[in-house]
C-alpha cells in the first residue's frame, strides 16, 4: 500500500513545497457556493468558469478515488509603485507556473505508475483544467478559505499555487480538519481592494477585480478601474499584502518563480519597447497570455509620463 510519507517525500523531492491526500470528491458545500456564484453573474464573461466538469471528479478521470494536491509557494518581494514603471504581481515574475507544474505533476504520476507497477491510473491538472482544487486542498487539510477566496495555507499563508492529480488509487491519508473559517473578525483584504471586488466574505465579483481586467479581459478597461489602479501592469497582489497571514513570510527560494527566471519585477517604457521589438521574451511567463497588445494598453492607462 502506498504511504501518505512516501508521497509527500517524492512531491518535495520536484520541487512541491507541501502535499495532502483527500478523497477525489467536491464537497457539496463548496459546489452550491460555486454555482450561486454563476447564477450570479459574478464570473463576468469568464465563460470557462460555467464548464461544471469542475464538481465532478469522476468525470475528468473515470474510477477517480483519490486526489493528490500540490503546493508551491512563490512569494516575491513587494515592489512600492512608482512614476516610472507598472508592477508585475508577484506570482507572474518568474517562468509560468503552468510549464513548472505540469513537468513535475508528470514526474510524479511516472513514479507513480513505476510504484505500482499499473498504467493509466492517473491524470494530472494544474489550474488550467477544471477542478476545483482549493476545495480540495481545504478537504486535504492544506488550509482554508480566506475571505479574498484565496487558500490560506496553513504555514505560506496566500502565496501559493495549486496543481494535483487525481487516481484510481485509493490511498488512505490522514487529514486535520481545517474547513471552518480561520479568518476571524479580519476584514483586510476586503477593506484593501481598491476596487471593492471582494462584495462579502469570500465571494469576489471578477468583473470588478484587478487581477481580471490586467489579465484576463479583452475590453478596454474603464475609466473607473483605471483611476482605482495603484500601480499594476499585469495583476495585483493587494488582497495578499495585507493578509496577517503573509505578514514576516520570507520570499521563495525557488528559482523558477523569481524575477530572474522570467519577466522581472515591474515593466517601464523602456522594457516595453524591448518587448515590442522581441515579443518572444514573453514565452514561458505567465505575462505571454496578455501578449504586448495588452500590456501596453494597460501601461497607457496608467498614465505615466514616458509611456
Known amino acids: 500500500m502506498l504511504l501518505f ?20 470528491q467536491i464537497p457539496q458545500t463548496d ?38 494536491i500540490f503546493v508551491s509557494y512563490y512569494k516575491q518581494e513587494k515592489i512600492e509603485f512608482s512614476k516610472t514603471a507598472g508592477v508585475v504581481a508577484s506570482y507572474a515574475r518568474g517562468r509560468d507556473y503552468h510549464h513548472v507544474h505540469r513537468k513535475r505533476v508528470k514526474k510524479f504520476i511516472s513514479w507513480l505508475e513505476a510504484k505500482t507497477s499499473l498504467k ?9 483544467t477544471p477542478v476545483m482544487e482549493k476545495a480540495l486542498a481545504v478537504q486535504a487539510g492544506l488550509g482554508w478559505f480566506g475571505k479574498n477566496s484565496l487558500l490560506i495555507h496553513r504555514r505560506f499563508g496566500t502565496f501559493t499555487l495549486l496543481a494535483g492529480l487525481f487516481t484510481t488509487l485509493d490511498i488512505p491519508n490522514p487529514v486535520m480538519n481545517l474547513s471552518l473559517p480561520r479568518c476571524g473578525t479580519c476584514n483586510r483584504c476586503i477593506e484593501a481592494c481598491p476596487t471593492q471586488a471582494i462584495i462579502a466574505p469570500y465571494i469576489v465579483n471578477a ?15 474603464s475609466e473607473s478601474i483605471q483611476k482605482q489602479n495603484p500601480g499594476y501592469i499585469f ?12 505578514i514576516r513570510k520570507p520570499v521563495s527560494d525557488t528559482q523558477d518563480f523569481s524575477p ?22 514573453l514565452f514561458g511567463t505567465p505575462l505571454q497570455r496578455r501578449k504586448i497588445q495588452g500590456l501596453k494598453k494597460t501601461a497607457k492607462t496608467l498614465s505615466f509620463s514616458n509611456f
Open 260 to 281: 530572474e527566471s522570467g519577466i522581472g519585477s515591474s515593466i517601464d517604457s523602456l522594457r516595453l519597447e524591448e518587448l515590442e521589438i522581441n515579443p518572444e521574451k
Open 235 to 246: 495583476g495585483c497582489d493587494i488582497c495578499q499584502d495585507v493578509c496577517p497571514h503573509n
Open 31 to 68: 459546489i452550491k457556493a460555486y454555482q450561486d456564484w454563476l447564477s450570479q453573474q459574478r464570473n463576468a464573461d469568464l465563460t470557462y468558469m460555467e464548464n461544471q466538469i469542475r464538481c465532478y471528479p469522476d468525470q475528468i478521470l473515470p474510477g477517480a478515488k483519490t486526489a493528490i
Open 120 to 128: 493509466d491510473i492517473a491524470k494530472g491538472f494544474s489550474d488550467s
Open 207 to 221: 468583473s470588478l477585480c484587478l487581477s481580471y481586467h490586467l489579465i484576463e479581459s479583452k475590453n478596454e478597461i
Open 5 to 24: 510519507d512516501e508521497i509527500k517525500e517524492k512531491a518535495l523531492e520536484l520541487g512541491f513545497d507541501d502535499v495532502g491526500v483527500t478523497k477525489a
